[in-house]
């Protein structure tokens, strides 16, 4: 490859709005139910049936449109966009063409070169999700959910502003803090509430102009968009060097192959002859509307982090990661309010919590310990009633089955045996059956003590303060 | 009854009149017709609109479709340069629900009309490749 | 006492006043059913038993007290695109032949909590697109005043069965005139109210900006009677109306003093038969009499009303009929080829000739390149149409007109030319595009023995005025009929 060539990329991130119910229907939202229980006559297309707008979807696609500082649209429709899929019960989606809520906004992202910059966005729109297609392996065929179909989704078009996959993610991330914040959307990837087509181009550096761009979907983890994005780039590349075109079109991305395929076919001919649906009335964004969505707004990371510092007594750097992260925020300032003392839920947060998220693949959003647990855990170890590695075995349970700490360790029996003449008995027998490191010590060897201290702790089944222990072995020794 | 002629040459009050000398004159006029639908607009509006046609069909959906649209270039004649379209007559806006569950598990009944079901869900032919 | 002749209004009356029963009303309308129907086929499903099942339920409250209402035990027939739960439902389509809603249409509910007895589901123009009722596919209805003709349409069945005694009243619904028409052919009373009075919560969409759910009846009495259980405001429907003034049995007085009727002159016109202007320009003539002011203006763009109403409805057809697609409801092609092999045939076999052809054509017109040429145009002209009816109604507080420019034509007469077919509702249709409430009242028949129907065209939510008019006329008439 001789020449430089530079990516462009714009992104549609498609957001399913938190609401109890759909977006034209009283059925629920909630997830995991059998197939077809949460539908009507509305979300299954029935002849005669009619949508009427949740208020709810239209405050959150403004909220979001304030928090990425678009101009909200005063006079907003609702249009069809047509298209024959069975995941689609009336062939058409109920979505927003012609004058989208929210227009002309943006966010500022970190660059990799740890600059600033700003990705625009184009719009943002409110339309329905689709059922579920299930394929039916004994009797080649699929099968229709549609418990999904109307769940209401804001879709999030980015201008053309990044260049590499940092910028997407970078770009991701930003949008799924701001709507966290908001508590429109929970922004799970694997579980696609939050989800993105990545729109992409690749041009010879310093171009002038856009090359032709293709789709991709089928992205649900940010390591797939880093995957996808350099496989797209270099086939779209080698196709320029090999004098070929890219042609403009939507293409799968098979994260387990590691290759995208186009997903034309003769019957799909992407002329969705959108117009305004009749069954909808306009909507008039008021100034009052929109002022009191604008006094709903929450506290920003922003504003929240200037308020942590000026509060808390915690690192910059825990400031940054916990409120990177609003369920984390949440966690960190209901314990807090419980009692807990900040450092020690920072700590929590920042050591084992981090660690088991990421070893586990684990969500902020999916965390299940409660603060109230995590609390009680930190007063078990100020109190000293636990030491610091029971409470790490402890947190590792709470982690996955959100267990009461106290109640854990009571039914466990890990709580620390404060009965002295136990202790000394343990020290006495670990004193007599380790002369070398009773002489090294002696000898001025410091570390021999930890080797003790070890044996002690084990011989308590570790159910002692590991500082007493230490405090104890030397007043035998030096005697 | 006369003859009117509107803008691209169909004759629609014509149309009306029973006598056949009308209505061949009609006829000829609609051979100089200007919205000439090709095969491949049928096919890819068969295609749009998931309709397939026979032969006989698609030859008479093409002077169908041709003819009508003559008639509605008609609106062509009017300016309508600083008029907004109208959707909706009346300025009803802003009708929502509140966002509270009311429907409760329908399935039985919604389903009870489908040609195909298993498992609680609606059989379609397969869809991934 | 003769009930299949009797009006709503009577026979409710008789009921309550114990000399009738709605089962006895529900078994006489049965049997004229039994009787006609062969001759006429009004209707598509005959609901024999659930009909005297709701009689005896409705009778029972009678005698309780709960109904009291104009409509308590009189039996009514449903146009077979409005939903009713339990009860096939097919549009007078193949593609829905064995559709039976799991609800019951929020209009039918209204009915029902008056006390109404459904009868049945009537025959229509397939998806209410034509207007003879012969492109049904469960053949076509005929006129009962003279069975070579038809009822006109897409309401053909319910304006036939009101016709023939088969029903006391019926519903239909009216998107070009579909109620007006057949109601003027077959000699009843038809209104189209104000777009947003009746709920189209369980109405099956043709186009969904200009369809409205409204009365055919035998009398204009009935008809107020029945728009007044018909109306509500339903927060199911987001293009439903509140409106305080649905009491419009209240203006059912016989009096026009000072109303300022206008005659276009646009609907007098080339096209319009002579026997039909003379009918209603003597219609016109009474209402004078009675102290109204009529004169002749110039409404102006009548002409485009019909290629902006067949834009319009079409494009908005193509998308509501998407749904037919042989998946969750409807009917399935035996043999197919792959999904799009299954959508194409089952709605090629399913949908008839004149659905297709309005599929075709409303794909066409929102297709890429052409939305702005032809769709939004359309809307642009909808938007001049309401203007020119505006600025009508500045000057008139009525406008006085034909509801057709012919009476009924023979069976087959009008299918072979659809823009034939189209012209005949020129005088209707602006009416659905500007919103407008419209009614039909019968004004004397031709030297053939054809009803001839009057239509009177009132502004948005003027119903009152609409049916003042109307009955002040029908009362005169009346009146004048007893006296020869």
């Given amino acids: 490859m001789s020449k430089q060539y530079e990516t462009v990329i714009g992104l549609e991130v498609h957001v399913e709005l938190a609401t109890k119910t759909k977006i034209f229907c009283g059925c629920s939202t909630a997830f995991g139910a059998a197939p077809n229980t949460q539908t009507c006559p509305v979300c299954t297309g029935m002849p005669g049936s009619l949508p009427v707008l949740n208020r709810q979807v239209l405050e959150y696609a403004i909220a979001v449109g304030l928090a990425t500082n678009c101009d909200i649209t005063r006079y907003s429709k609702f249009d069809r966009k047509n298209y024959f899929y069975p995941d689609n019960p009336q062939n058409y989606q109920i979505s927003q063409l012609y004058l989208p809520i929210c227009q002309n906004g943006g966010v500022e992202i970190e660059t990799e070169q740890g600059g600033r910059k700003i990705v625009g966005i184009h719009e943002i729109h409110m339309e329905e999700d689709a059922g579920k297609l299930i394929h039916d392996e004994w009797e080649d065929c699929s099968l229709v959910d549609y418990n999904r179909s109307g769940v209401p989704l804001i879709e999030i078009v980015s201008e053309p502003d990044m260049r590499s996959a940092e910028e997407v993610i ?233 267990t009461d700490p106290e109640q854990y360790v009571e039914e466990k029996g890990l709580k620390t045996v404060n009965d002295e003449g136990a202790l000394k008995k343990a020290a006495e027998e670990v004193i007599a059956a380790n002369p070398r490191s009773v002489e090294d010590y002696r000898n001025g060897k410091e570390k021999a003590i930890g080797f003790l201290v070890g044996q002690t702790m084990k011989a308590m089944k570790g159910k002692a303060d590991p500082g007493a222990v230490n405090r104890l072995l030397r007043e035998f020794l030096q005697k | 009854m006369k003859i009117k002629i509107f803008n691209r040459g169909i004759c629609v009050c014509a149309l009306l009149d029973t006598n056949p000398v009308m209505r061949k004159k009609c006829a000829e006029m609609e051979k100089n017709m200007a919205n000439m639908i090709n095969d491949e607009t049928i096919e890819y509006v068969g295609i749009l609109a998931k309709l397939e046609l026979s032969a006989e069909e698609k030859e008479q959906a093409k002077s169908d479709m041709g003819r009508m649209l003559d008639y509605i270039d008609k609106l062509g004649e009017l300016d309508t340069t600083d008029v907004e379209p109208v959707s909706h007559v009346f300025p009803v806006e802003n009708v929502f629900r509140e966002d509270v569950v009311i429907n409760g598990d329908e399935r039985e009944r919604l389903l009870s009309n489908a040609p195909q079901e298993k498992d609680g869900m609606f059989v379609v032919p397969r869809t991934f490749e | 006492m003769n009930i299949a002749n009797m009006t709503a209004t009577q026979l409710a009356a008789a009921i309550r006043a114990g000399e009738t029963t709605a089962v006895e009303a529900a078994e006489a309308v049965l049997a004229q059913i039994e009787k006609e129907d062969k001759k006429y086929n009004c209707y598509v499903t005959v609901d024999r038993n659930g009909a005297l099942a709701q009689a005896k339920a409705v009778q029972e409250k009678i005698e309780a007290g709960e109904f009291s209402g104009p409509l308590a035990g009189v039996p009514v027939a449903v146009k077979d695109n409005i939903c009713t739960e339990g009860l096939l439902t097919t549009c007078s389509s193949k593609i829905l032949h064995n559709f039976v809603p799991a609800y019951t249409a929020e209009a039918v509910k209204n009915l029902q909590r008056a006390g109404a007895v459904i009868l049945g589901k009537t025959n229509m123009d397939e998806f209410a697109m034509g207007s003879t009722t012969e492109t049904s596919a469960y053949g076509p209805t005929r006129n009962p005043r003279n069975t070579a003709h038809v009822p006109g349409g897409s309401s053909g069945g319910s304006a036939a069965a009101v016709a023939a005694g088969e029903c006391i009243y019926a519903i239909g619904s009216d998107t070009g005139g579909s109620i007006r028409q057949p109601a003027s052919y077959c000699g009843v009373v038809g209104m189209k109210p104000t777009y947003g009075t009746v709920s189209r919560y369980g109405l099956i969409a043709y186009g969904s900006s200009l369809d409205q759910i409204g009365p055919l009846t035998k009398d204009v009495e009935d008809c107020a009677a029945v728009l007044e259980t018909l109306a509500s405001h339903d927060p199911k429907d987001s293009t439903s109306v509140s409106r305080a003034d649905t009491d419009f049995t209240t203006a059912l007085t016989r009096d026009v003093e000072g109303l300022r009727i206008g005659i276009p002159n646009d609907y007098l016109g080339e096209g319009l038969d002579g026997e039909v202007r003379t009918a209603v320009l003597q219609a016109a003539e009474v209402l004078e009499k009675k102290g109204a002011s009529v004169e002749r203006f110039d409404l102006s763009l009548v002409e485009y009303a019909i290629p902006a109403y067949y834009t319009i409805a079409a494009a908005e057809a193509s998308s509501n009929l998407e749904r037919f697609d042989g998946i969750r409801y409807g009917y399935r092609t035996e043999a197919f080829e792959g999904l799009h092999g299954m959508y194409k045939k089952s709605r090629s076999e399913g949908f008839g000739e004149e659905v297709k052809r309005r599929i075709m054509l409303g794909s066409f017109v929102l297709s890429s390149g052409y939305y702005d040429a032809y769709y939004l145009k359309a809307l642009k002209v909808k938007a001049l149409i309401k203007k020119a009816f505006d600025a009508a109604f500045a000057k008139y507080d009525l406008i006085l007109g034909p509801v057709a420019p012919t009476t009924a034509p023979e069976l087959g007469e009008s299918l072979a030319d659809p823009i034939r077919m189209y012209l005949g509702d020129i005088y209707t249709i602006a009416v659905n595009l500007a919103g407008l409430p419209g009614i039909s009242v019968p004004c004397g028949e031709d030297s053939r023995g054809l009803p001839i129907g009057l239509q009177l065209i009132g502004d948005c939510f003027q119903e009152k005025t609409l049916l003042r008019a109307a009955y002040t006329y029908e009362q005169e008439v009346r009146e004048h009929e007893q006296t020869v």
């Fill in chain 1, 170 to 402: 970078a770009y991701m991330e930003k949008l799924r803090q701001v709507i966290q914040y908001l508590g429109a959307s929970d922004c799970k990837l694997q579980e696609g509430s939050m989800r993105a087509d990545v729109n992409l181009s690749v041009r010879e550096a310093g171009a002038e102009t856009f090359g032709t761009r293709t789709e991709m979907k089928n992205l649900n983890s940010f390591k797939a968009i880093t995957r996808a994005i350099a496989g797209e780039t270099a086939r779209q590349i080698d196709l320029i060097e090999a004098g070929e075109r890219v042609v403009q079109e939507t293409r799968r991305w098979d994260d387990a192959k590691g290759e995208s395929y186009a997903m034309r076919s003769k019957e799909d001919a992407q002329d969705y002859r959108y117009f305004p649906d009749p069954d909808l009335t306009p909507i008039r964004v008021s100034e009052e509307m929109l002022q009191e969505i604008r006094e709903r707004q929450p506290e920003f990371r922003t504003e929240k982090m200037a308020r942590y510092r000026e509060e808390f007594d915690i690192p910059d750097y825990d400031i940054d990661i916990i409120t990177g992260e609003k369920p984390l925020a949440d966690l960190f300032e209901a314990a807090v309010a419980l009692g807990a003392q900040p450092k020690k839920v920072s700590n929590w947060i920042m050591g084992e919590t981090l660690r088991l998220m990421k070893e586990r693949e684990v969500d902020a959003a999916d965390l299940r310990f409660s603060p109230e647990h995590l609390a009680k855990l930190i007063a078990l170890t100020e109190t000293k009633q636990i030491n610091s590695s029971v409470a790490k075995e402890v947190f590792e349970v709470m982690f996955e089955e959100n």
